[in-house]
């Protein structure tokens, strides 16, 4: 029987892109090898956005393409290596085995997107150190031109201190 692992959960309102890109930049910096930030939410909620700015504050520079249609983008920042992984497209567990993710995880993180398609190789107890995120558009804004996102984390083992002092 799998061990249980400490966890923190947190939820954040995210009022613009800015606040997107800040938080990613805290995720940034407590990012290591062997972390799994899982990023769920419905088309358009934000996955891509957070990504993107994750991996512009570990150093990445250029054009960040949504893996949507390649399911694997990798980038070797000068801190670490990190996968950025598009699942919607996933239809079989066997899909998810030639991606080689256990590997990337060896050496570096994942951004995962989509993750309910991960499997059970990759939940919090299985590996090193997990964030969950759900962004959701938050329906109540005024301004219909306004996009606020509303963020609901929860980090598994290692990723349980890192969040709480991130959303301190």
């Known amino acids: 029987m799998p061990t249980p692992v400490a966890s923190y959960s947190a939820a954040l309102d ?31 909620a934000g996955k891509s956005t957070l990504a993107r700015a994750l991996l512009r504050a570990l150093g990445v520079e250029g054009e960040i393409p949504s893996p949507t249609f390649t399911l694997i983008q ?21 899909e998810i085995e030639e991606l080689g993710l256990e590997d990337a995880l060896d050496f570096g993180a994942l951004l995962v997107e989509w993750p309910a398609r ?20 938050d329906d109540a804004t005024e301004d219909p031109a306004v996009e606020k996102r509303k963020l609901a984390a929860t980090g ?11 959303v301190a």
């Open 118 to 137: 991960l499997g059970r190789g990759f939940e919090a107890n299985r590996v090193k150190g997990r964030l969950d995120i759900a962004l959701t558009l």
């Open 74 to 94: 990798q980038y070797d920042t000068a801190y670490l290596p990190v996968a950025h992984v598009d699942l919607y497209r996933i239809e079989d567990d066997s």
């Open 14 to 44: 995210l009022a613009d892109e800015a606040a997107t890109r800040g938080f990613a930049a805290r995720l940034a910096s407590y990012l290591e090898p062997g972390d799994l930030i899982a990023l769920e939410g419905d088309l358009g």
């Open 156 to 166: 598994h083992g290692g990723w349980a201190a890192k969040l709480e002092r991130i």
